[in-house]
């Protein structure tokens, strides 16, 4: 599974709060929710995101609350994949659950500057940006199923099936 | 024997001796949600069509985030809520009047040992009974209601020892924040906590109910006091039931620990915007409040409302405050014995059982420019209502001592 994009810059502790404020959970539709990712921090993330994004950052990328829309918001907005130094777990989840590919890379916010282009070797990990390979941990196991599957529930009906 | 608490939780739950790192399945013993994640996860049952529920008994509703509806939407939601729980006939159903998820599964429904899963990330509050409790999104928790089992990566063991008695205006928000400024929020991530306590008697549910929930904060996967004769004793009273202890093995190995000395901490606050900006509450003894919020799952029980009437009793509150104990339970106590009495004479906005404006829904949204001090558990920007809003966060007797004076207040510095 390979993903590419020009990527988009954050810091640490970018919580859930930030990726989809608490007003827009009444809603699912990722159309909706897409035109709200980042608002706090960038109202115009969406227009940004549109062509398709990748997002680095730093540590605990997500944390905070369970709710799934800050997955559906960052993938509906144009995000292709997630590096960051490390995700919250919950936040994670959800990703895979939405198809959502997500890398974690020690040291992210060093090695990778706004604006690069990287491609993306989700299983591996490996991330190519300015002529050099850089070993991320990649989706592997269990969470690679469900993320290939289209998320848990579709996974489940293939396991049981 | 060696098991931690964690090993030896989701070895029972996985049938198999784990250890950490190991990714299993577990069975569920408690699977949860709320309104705001509710219709969500009931969207994603649909949408697979698969509206199947393994046992009914061991699913819990409660209505919290949106009671009672703020608007349209939000009455919608709890609408096709309570059709779907009519539909499917779940026992355990909670509307707007019983009280907030967290805080009904520690009074009526979380047991030591258990593995539950909800779709709140807060509920890390049931360890505070020895139960593993994890939250996860809508479609983990639809899987989990469907098949009674959920996967999850056994995480690295951290021991806190908590060692003597935390002075009068102490509480567990404190420990939470001691250990978040110690730590910083990305340290426990991939870690599960496990917190003995050296005098259980001297660190009530209440508090242990108040550090699980921040467990979040902190980025852990799970965050369990050993359950002890506290913990059977809450049970017992709160239920009428004898609960059997799940306990580590005397020779568990933990991969680090550290120990919080009770007697020594200060009444703390963590600053905006980050639950680990921690400072003590004299530090920031300058800045003015425009409101007080004392409740949410993280600090709305009995003992926050004693220590916050305790500080208002005969006083006038100087910045607005809305006080939100977090269950029907919890409010007819503190009524019962005089605490609301104290608040409402006060001048504080009392209701219960909502979230309230914890996550800037409603009673009481933060307006831009202001300075809001909260007992509840998180202060990202815009979390209580406008991205301008500063939330400082607390325990009750520096919110009380703060809504009392105005200024954020070490409640030891009150005339």
Redesign the interface.
Known sequence: MMVEGPVLKYGDKIDTDIIIPARHLKYTDPAYLAQHAMEPLDPEFYKKASKGVVIVAGKVFGMGSSREQAAIALKAAGVKAVIAESFARIFYRNCINNGLPLIVLPNATREINEGDVVKINVETGEITVNGRVLKGKGITGMALDILKSGGIMEYLKKVSA | MTGTLTEKILSRASGKTVSPGD?IEAKTDIVAFHD??GY?VI???E??N?MKIFDKAKIVVAFDH?APPPDV??AE?QGNIRKFVKEMKLPNFHDINVGILHELLIEQYALPGQVIVA???H?TTSGAVGAFA???????V??AV??GKT?LVVPQPFKVTLKGSPGKWINGKDVALELLGKFK??YF??MSIEVHVENPKAFPMDYRATVSNMG??M?A?ALMFIPDVETKDYIKTMRGKEVELVTPDSGAKYSDEYTIELDKLEPLVAAPY?VDNVKTAREESKVPVDQVYIGSCTNGRLSDFRIASEILKGKKVKTRCIAIPSSYTMFKQAMELGYIEDLVNAGCVVTYGTCGPC???HFGVAGPGEVIVSTSS?N????MGS?EAKVYLSGPSVAAASAATGYITDPRDLQ
Do not use: C, P, Y
């Open positions: 990714v705001l994640t969500h969207e994603v049952m949408k697979a698969m949106l939407r939000s939601i779709a709140d990330s509920t994890q939250g996860m999104g809508a479609s983990d639809a899987a469907i098949t996967w929020a990305d991530n991939g979040i904060e980025n996967d980050s996550l800037g829904g998180r990202f920007r815009g979390r991205n």
